[in-house]
């Protein structure tokens, strides 16, 4: 026995070493995954979940099958079925970006919905999410000489996957994916699955070749069931607090790529450095039901506490100027704010909820004989906890109660799991318990919640929503006001003048401009613009976030004669929730006009409607001599809007392109007239827009492209490599490095504050 133990414990620095790359390369794949399966299924709030779901099954599968496998396997043999299974993920994601990027699309389509989404993800993702999912039991049968050292070597084991998942999102978030691209991080993690394989079979030869255990349970038979049902609440918990502090603090971070990154960075390196720590620590704990339940409550708590103190400080000075909406947040300053603030909120409950693992290991691990199963059956309770609460936090509670319903009810489920210590009468439960009823009765309502962190002060009125795609506040002041969307100001009420003019372009321009498709919608800018000429007939729009038209439907109510309203009324119009890029490419329709109200460039998901892809598909989606109408605030969306159409038009000052197969019938003359008209002037004043503001947008000459006409040698933005989106990693220069005079960086910064878009 002590020679065997000796093996062990000089192996498990090796299969650490392992572990931790294995995890690092998890969370690459993880992230390129689901932008890759967004790009054809939809990059939706409902599309997300149900991705993110396919992945934690597929590993959940895995966790179940090692857990019925391990036992009856030798140590040695599971220290090989790591190695094969660290070589089938690298294999697979060699594969995964032609797989996912080009094969899926091309064999199911981008029309899929709902239960068929999820099955071509679940597919897709199966193979290697299995091969995932059976590491930890794996090595948990390789690592544990003796039932006494197996929740301290299991757990440190874990602890180390999770600090390596950590690394893989920092790392990979702010360098790695914005410095390679998608397809050559996903090399990368290929090589790290490579690398921990082989690490693994050195460890190999240390792993004794014993028979497997026999079974002498010191506690009692069967699956730990009582741990199983915690461990699924766990899951649940940890999750749906995620999402509510990717919500709270995305928002707070103007919800760029870095963002998200940071928020998924600081949960794992805090929830594994928990775990760690517990592995030390457990073999010193007592009542460890008790101490389980404890961790989830504090968790919980202080989640509260800090949201809550946020919302009292957001119109202190210094709060409003490091984390305020209106500041200008996609700066190396704002994510060095957004750092501290998720350092606050989201690492203590991380590393409180990391403890906990090792505590129940601790708890299950009775039967040298059962080490594998029961790390595999545990597991499996946590994903299914993880799926769970990712679903429900997301699709249901955010979409119903919005963020601080959410957390009330959160806090709700963590006072229910101290009922056993309750009826034990224990007097530190009854403190917390306490402070978890308190803390959510005291918080405050979602309306006041949001109106407050998007500094609406008492002369103001602030019309908030929230569902699950976003949050939406419109801040008026006498009826006029900024619309923040996820943050950003995108869009006013009365409209901008730049917005009647991006809308209104496209149908000024087209002979016949019968169908007309608006990607964005905002404060209704674009599309109500879109319908001022009588010869239109239907017009489309598109918005990702659904509590937009919430608010617009507040403001109606009480604006009956405002241009939302008049579109409301008018039956051309049909405004849809929806991912603007899978309506272009499922959609099937030909249309005459298409406009992008596009997002800012620097935001999370907007290299999906800037790259070279997305405009080939506009282009196979408009009818001959269509035209595409979008702003241009970088070089690159110019430089790739020339690769993608042979004739454009750049319309300045206002840096708008206009593409199309055909010659653009562009004549300044002509358009000045068409503005000067009685029928725009009347749609004008609907959206209290002056028409002589119009003349000032394409007063500059105009830069024209045609087919023989000589294009930029440079890197625009693809599917695979959205510089632009990745703005710490690329320079973002404006687009009169290309088009001659448009917004420099400068002017993207202060249009970001003010109004957002063009």
């Not at 003048?497 to 800018?525: N, Q, T, W």
């Not at 009347?682 to 000032?696: L, T």
Request: charged fraction near 15%.
């Amino acid at each position: 026995m002590l020679q065997r133990e000796g093996r062990g414990a000089a192996l498990v620095p090796l299969l650490a070493v392992a572990f931790f790359a294995s995890g690092f390369a998890a969370l690459l794949y993880q992230v390129v995954w689901q932008r890759l399966l967004g790009l054809f299924a939809g990059s939706d709030a409902v599309t997300a979940a149900i991705v993110v779901g396919a992945f934690l099954a597929g590993i959940g599968l895995g966790s179940l099958a090692a857990g019925l496998l391990t036992d009856r396997i030798t140590p040695r043999a599971a220290a090989t079925g790591f190695a094969l299974c660290e070589a089938g993920i690298a294999g697979f994601g060699l594969l995964s970006v032609p797989a996912l990027h080009v094969w899926l699309p091309a064999l199911v389509g981008h029309g899929l919905e709902g239960t068929q989404v999820f099955a071509a993800c679940f597919v897709a993702l199966l193979p290697p999410t299995f091969l995932m999912g059976m590491s930890l039991p794996l090595l948990s049968r390789a690592v544990v000489p003796r039932i006494e050292a197996a929740a301290g070597r299991i757990g440190l084991l874990y602890g180390l996957n999770t600090l390596g998942a950590g690394a893989g999102a920092l790392i990979g978030g702010f360098l790695l994916v914005g410095t390679l691209g998608f397809d050559r991080a996903v090399l990368l993690g290929s090589v790290l699955n490579l690398a921990a394989g082989l690490l693994a079979l050195p460890a190999r030869s240390m792993v004794p070749d014993l028979p497997p255990a026999p079974r002498v349970r010191t506690s009692g038979g069967g699956l730990p069931l009582g741990w199983m049902a915690l461990m699924f609440a766990s899951g649940f918990l940890i999750v749906a607090l995620e999402i509510l502090w990717v919500r709270v603090l995305g928002v707070l971070g103007q919800t760029s790529a870095y963002s998200f990154a940071l928020i998924l960075g600081v949960f794992l390196v805090a929830d594994g450095l928990g775990t760690v720590m517990g592995a030390r620590l457990v073999a010193r704990m007592g009542d460890l039901r008790r101490t389980f339940l404890l961790l989830q409550a504090g968790a919980t708590i202080w989640t509260l506490a800090t949201l809550a103190g946020f919302w009292a400080a957001a119109e202190w000075p210094a709060v409003a100027g490091a984390l305020g909406v209106d500041a200008w947040r996609h700066s190396t300053g704002a994510m060095a704010a957004l750092a501290a603030a998720a350092l606050i909120t989201v690492a203590p409950p991380s590393f409180l909820l990391g403890l906990s693992f090792p505590v129940v290991q601790r708890a299950v691990q009775d039967d040298l004989a059962t080490v594998g199963s029961r790390v595999g059956f545990v597991q499996v309770a946590n994903i299914m906890g993880n799926a769970g609460g990712g679903l429900f936090a997301g699709l249901v509670a955010l979409h119903l109660w919005g963020s601080a319903g959410a957390l009330k009810f959160l806090s709700f489920l963590a006072l229910a799991m101290m009922v056993p210590l309750l009826l034990r009468r224990d007097r530190p439960a009854f403190a917390v318990a306490a402070a978890l009823a308190a803390g959510a009765i005291a918080f405050p309502s979602n309306a006041a919640f949001w109106a407050r962190l998007h500094r609406t002060f008492p002369t103001q009125q602030a019309l908030v929503a929230e569902d699950r795609s976003g949050v939406v506040v419109l801040r008026l002041d006498g009826g006029n006001g900024a619309m923040f969307i996820q943050g950003h100001t995108q869009s006013r009420l009365p409209f901008l003048p730049i917005h009647v003019f991006l809308g209104a372009l496209g149908p000024a321009l087209h002979p016949a401009p019968r169908d007309v498709m608006v990607v964005g919608v905002g404060s209704g800018g674009t599309p109500y613009a879109a319908g001022w000429n009588p010869a239109t007939e239907q017009v489309r729009a598109v918005e990702l976030v659904g509590a937009v038209y919430d608010v617009l439907d507040t403001y109606r109510a009480q604006q009956p004669d405002s241009a939302p309203a008049l579109m409301a009324r008018d039956r051309r119009f049909s405004l849809v929730v929806g991912d603007g890029r899978k309506e272009v490419f499922a959609g099937g329709a030909q249309w005459d006009v298409i406009e992008a109200d596009a997002i800012l460039p620097q935001t999370s998901h907007s290299g999906m409607l800037y790259s070279v892809e997305f405009l080939d598909g506009v282009k196979d989606s408009l009818r001959p001599g269509g035209l595409f109408v979008q702003w241009a605030p970088t070089e690159r969306v110019v430089a790739g809007f020339l690769q993608t159409f042979p004739h454009v038009v750049m319309i300045r000052p206002a840096s708008i392109l206009i593409g199309s197969d055909r010659p653009i019938p562009y004549d300044a003359e002509a358009l000045a007239a068409r503005f000067a008209s009685p029928e725009f002037a009347r749609w004008a004043e609907g959206a209290k827009v002056d028409p002589a503001a119009m003349a000032a947008m394409f007063s500059a000459p105009p830069r024209i492209w045609g087919p023989a006409d000589a294009r930029p040698a440079m890197a625009a933005n693809t599917d695979l490599f959205p510089r632009d989106e990745y703005w710490l990693n690329n320079d973002v220069r404006g687009a009169e490095q290309l088009g001659g005079a448009g917004p420099t960086r400068t002017v993207l910064a202060r249009r970001g504050q003010a109004g957002g878009g063009p």
